[in-house]
């Protein structure tokens, strides 16, 4: 009797399987719907992130201590900026449009998507080529301090992302090059597979572009 009490309730046992008998594949509207809500939590989290540079900006430029927030001569390139700010954008809308046309099942999405992820990488070329030119560091008072980490680690959000937008436009010109069996179901059709993922990586790139915008408006116009 005690034995049988030490015994977990039933329905907490996984019911067994027919030897045999294989187990289902996932639907797919499952995989699409749990891309679709990583990707927001994701940029939630980010936004939580970049909100301790967005805090340190405005509160050590409230104190200004010793009038060293910000020494005469420290500043970026207004040119880089407004250079950087507009690549992004457009490469934002050319990633909406890949999308769009994958959707639509139109094949030349790939083009929209490879336009995109160039024009990204020109943007990380120009960070960078600014870093090279500039005239302080990240020691030369509260500003620059709040401006290279923030931009620093805004560069690589930026690569992370297009790469995950690459690893799609990879897997199209892998399936075009040596496309799959009719036989193997939906993996003959390997925009249906994805589209999800490029979606969610399309929104995302979109939310970094805006806030790359946000970050352009507060450390070089405010």
Excluded at 74 to 100: N, T
Excluded at 149 to 163: I, N, R
Aim: net charge neutral.
């Amino acid at each position: 009797m005690a034995e049988a009490s030490q015994q977990p309730p039933l329905r907490h046992r996984v019911p067994a399987v027919e030897l045999g008998v294989e187990i289902p594949p996932e639907p797919p509207d499952i995989g699409a719907r749990q891309l679709y809500l990583a990707a927001r939590m994701m940029a939630g989290a980010t936004v939580f992130f970049f909100l301790a540079f967005a805090f340190a900006y405005f509160y050590l430029r409230s104190l200004n201590q010793q009038h060293m927030w910000r020494p005469k001569g420290v500043g970026p390139e207004q040119g880089f900026g407004v250079a950087i700010v507009v690549v992004l954008v457009i490469s934002a809308l050319l990633a909406y449009d890949s999308k769009r046309l994958m959707a639509r099942t139109l094949r030349r999405w790939m083009t929209a998507a490879a336009a995109s992820l160039v024009l990204g990488l020109a943007a990380v070329a120009l960070q960078c080529i600014e870093y090279a030119t500039q005239n302080f560091g990240p020691a030369s008072g509260a500003y620059a301090s709040v401006y290279c980490g923030w931009t620093a680690f805004y560069t690589l959000l930026m690569l992370g992302t297009l790469y995950w937008i690459e690893t799609h436009v990879a897997t199209e010109l892998r399936a075009r090059r040596a496309p799959a069996p009719a036989a193997q179901g939906d993996i003959a059709n390997p925009d249906w597979l994805i589209l999800p993922g490029l979606d969610a990586a399309v929104f995302f790139w979109t939310f970094v572009v805006g806030l790359g915008v946000l970050t352009w408006v507060i450390l070089y116009l405010v």
